[in-house]
């Protein structure tokens, strides 16, 4: 006769080797994580209080570090000039993705639209440094070819990577070329989800098409949508490619972003210590952004009946 006793310690075995099964699944994505994410957070807390260049051991400095950031002027410069990039970027991807995606989505021939979807995401997969050279010199004022496209329209040259004004029309123009294929994928995946079915009896009852789109397809994409936001914030909050090989964050500092602020003074200026406590301000914003668009998503619905 097998006892409650008995029973009780065979479920506790189990459970045990249960849990033991699942920290080994977990172990090589625990590990990566450990080496990755949590040692580089805590030695970036730890060189905040010292003065490190690699080739000295770290000196530790108390808070000259924290008293630098406060008295430099670079840092809120360069800070707005990546909210700046945002406020510029995202929108523009966000409107001219969805309409790519709605445009793509309404073709009915498979093959056309294959060959869109390829000629989109196409230069996704391109590396950004070999296109954006690429760029730097179709942006050339002297022999660039927009310029050259201007001249037959009698317009003057336009000094586009010169400028500070328009070097961000120039970014732009970059990242909208690189990386809109990217975010027309989310959300033609997104609009391929839909139900026809919705749509036609939404017809059948006489809506509009602005009103179908309003009414159905937006809050129905709205959690992908809300994906697209936040990564794209992110990713334009710490952008660093665009400026650096373009136009070197110049003229002076006014297309230097944040991120390549933090890159010049670890590897140019060797001063990791400093670098750091601009690495936990970059951190810091981009959590207090995120926070604020998961507490303010009542606008996305996850229902799909």
């Given at each position: ?138 942006f050339s004022t002297d022999f660039g070819v927009i310029n050259w496209f201007l001249s037959l329209l009698g317009c003057d040259p ?112 060797q001063n990791y210590g400093y670098a750091c406590v601009l690495a936990l301000i970059m951190m810091a914003i981009v959590l207090t ?17």
């Amino acid at each position: 006769m097998v006892t409650n006793a008995e029973i009780m310690r065979a479920q506790k075995k189990r459970r045990r080797k249960d849990t033991l099964s699942a920290y080994l699944f977990l172990s090589p994505a625990l590990l990566i994580y450990i080496c990755f994410f949590v040692i580089p957070i805590i030695m970036v807390g730890y060189l905040t209080f010292h003065k490190y260049n690699v080739i000295t051991p770290a000196v530790w400095n108390d808070y000259k570090n924290f008293i630098r950031l406060t008295m430099d002027k670079r840092v809120p410069l360069t800070i707005w000039n990546s909210f700046k990039m945002v406020l510029l970027i995202c929108p523009m991807h966000i409107i001219v993705s969805l309409l790519l995606a709605l445009g793509v989505n309404s073709i009915r021939n498979r093959t056309a639209v294959f060959a869109m979807r390829t000629i989109l995401y196409f230069p996704v997969l391109v590396s950004v440094t070999a296109v954006a050279l690429a760029w730097k010199f179709i942006f050339s004022t002297d022999f660039g070819v927009i310029n050259w496209f201007l001249s037959l329209l009698g317009c003057d040259p336009i000094p586009w990577l010169q400028s500070s004004f328009w070097a961000y029309p120039a970014f732009m123009i970059f990242s909208l070329w690189k990386n809109v294929g990217l975010y027309f994928l989310y959300f033609y995946i997104a609009l391929r989800g839909i139900d026809r079915s919705i749509l036609e009896a939404a017809e059948l009852d006489g809506a509009k098409p602005a009103r179908k789109f309003f009414s159905i397809t937006l809050p129905m994409i709205s959690p992908t949508t809300f994906f697209v936001v936040v990564t794209m914030l992110i990713g334009c909050m710490q952008i660093f490619d665009e400026p650096y090989i373009l136009t070197n964050g110049g003229p002076g500092d006014a297309t230097r972003s944040f991120s390549m602020y933090i890159y010049e003074t670890a590897f140019v200026s060797q001063n990791y210590g400093y670098a750091c406590v601009l690495a936990l301000i970059m951190m810091a914003i981009v959590l207090t952004i995120t926070l604020i668009q998961f507490k303010g998503n009542s606008w996305v619905s996850y229902e799909r009946d």
